[in-house]
């Protein structure tokens, strides 16, 4: 079956600066790649998702890239704001109801 | 009320006791998912219905009982767990094919503990 590896498993940055998770997997047959944020005591809520006839995808402070070849997948968050911190995780799925999840980032973003 | 709701949002049980966790979706959905959060490790996928049929059953112990009444409800009855089946369990929802239209909606989950 599919294996989602994540790091980092907790990142620290500055307010302003960038933050990137990346995640690897391991099933080719993997065509969708979805991006969780959990904020403490919530609910995991869809930020951002990316298929794979894709290379990039942006929605405003956050993007997402996609390289099949070397099987990974990466969430960039620019200008990071208090509002960011929270655990991000990431899915790879193969179409279907089966998604795999990675263990997720705990992003703490410092005022 | 709507989105995914879950009740009761905290419970706590001894190893003998029988409870359910019940999930209710107001979203005209399809599918409904339990998942089962533990600390630092994935999101583990325990059941998926579609249009109220089990199509995914990922080993899990039959202590845990789905379910699925009507494709607006989702049920997990618990019966004799162990401790190390206290987590969060998060139930989710989604058109028939979630990879396909993009989304899984979560509710808010029940945090059990089994002391």
Not at chain 1, 28 to 54: C, H, M, T
Not at chain 2, 90 to 108: D, K, W, Y
Request: one cysteine or more; aromatic letters at 10%.
């Amino acid at each position: 079956g599919e294996n989602v590896e994540q790091h980092p498993s907790t990142l620290s940055v500055q307010e302003g600066d960038s933050a990137v998770i990346k995640c690897t997997y391991s099933d080719s047959a993997s065509n969708y790649f979805p991006w969780y944020k959990q904020e403490l005591g919530k609910r995991p809520q869809l930020i951002i998702d990316i298929r794979s006839n894709v290379g990039e995808k942006k929605d405003q402070r956050i993007a997402v890239t996609l390289n099949k070849t070397a099987k990974h997948f990466s969430l960039h968050i620019t200008e990071t704001q208090p509002e960011d911190s929270a655990v991000y995780f990431c899915a790879a799925s193969n179409s279907g109801n089966q998604f795999y999840f990675g263990t997720g980032t705990s992003l703490t973003v410092i005022p | 009320e709507t989105g995914v709701t879950q009740t009761p949002r905290h419970l706590v049980m001894g190893m003998t006791n029988k409870k359910s966790l019940k999930c209710e979706q107001h979203l005209g959905h399809n599918a409904m998912y339990w998942y089962k959060q533990s600390a630092k490790k994935p999101l583990e996928l325990m059941f998926v219905y579609n249009f109220k049929e089990q199509t995914e059953n990922n080993s899990v112990p039959s202590r845990f009982s789905p379910e699925c009444p009507n494709s607006s409800h989702l049920f997990l009855h618990l019966h004799t767990l162990q401790p190390e089946d206290s987590a969060l369990y998060l139930c989710a929802s989604s058109q028939e094919r979630a990879a396909n239209t993009g989304e899984l909606f979560f509710g808010e989950g029940s945090r059990l503990t089994v002391l």
